[in-house]
């Protein structure tokens, strides 16, 4: 995890949250993952935030009072996200004496204006111990560019999730031995891309 985020970007069917659920399990042992499954519902920044703080809070339950402070503040009126919200939250990441992943899966579901401005300055504010995982549909509206050039994005993109004739040909044949030929394989790979 030498990155700061990671994009798994691909359309529906592509195995984006299977690839994920499989590496959780592979890491949990060594590294806590706090993980949120978005939906049309959490495009409001105080609902995506809350479910954010919420899955953190869970991931690290040996720390008894974190992020209650985070908390507090979202339920106050007027609070400012950005201004005051966040950075709390990020000192409070910052504090933490070992690693920690958040997996936000769909994220494409996050449109509106200040779910976004709210998640690019959570990005350029990680701290160092902190990995952000997006799987989603499409581009997140962040400024990838920057963090390519910084070396802290790591990209899976539909090529790297699409089967290649070889893979479908160990699954189908040698792992489910359906004897499944080389003709047919190729029109089954065309049309399911």
Known sequence: MDFKVSIISAPTGYGK?????????????????????????????????????????????????FLADVLVGM?????????????????????????????????QF???DGCRESMEFFVEH????FHLVLATRSDPTLRLGRLRARGELAEI?????????????SLLNDRLHLEVGADDLRVLLDRTE
Do not use: C, M
């Open 17 to 65: 949250t299977t690839l994920l659920a499989h590496w959780r399990r592979t890491e949990e042992a060594e590294v806590p993952f706090a993980w949120v499954s978005l939906d049309e519902q959490d495009n409001d920044p105080i609902r995506l935030w809350r479910h954010i703080v919420e899955a953190l809070r869970r991931a690290v339950p040996e720390e008894k009072d």
């Open 75 to 107: 339920g106050a009126v007027g609070q400012q996200l950005v201004g005051i919200t966040l950075p709390t939250l990020i000192n409070e990441l910052a504090e933490l004496p070992h690693r920690i992943v958040l997996l936000l899966d769909d994220y």
């Open 110 to 112: 996050a449109t509106d």
């Open 126 to 129: 990680l701290p160092e111990n």
């Open 157 to 169: 993109r539909t090529e790297e999730l699409a089967f290649t004739e070889g893979e479908a040909a």
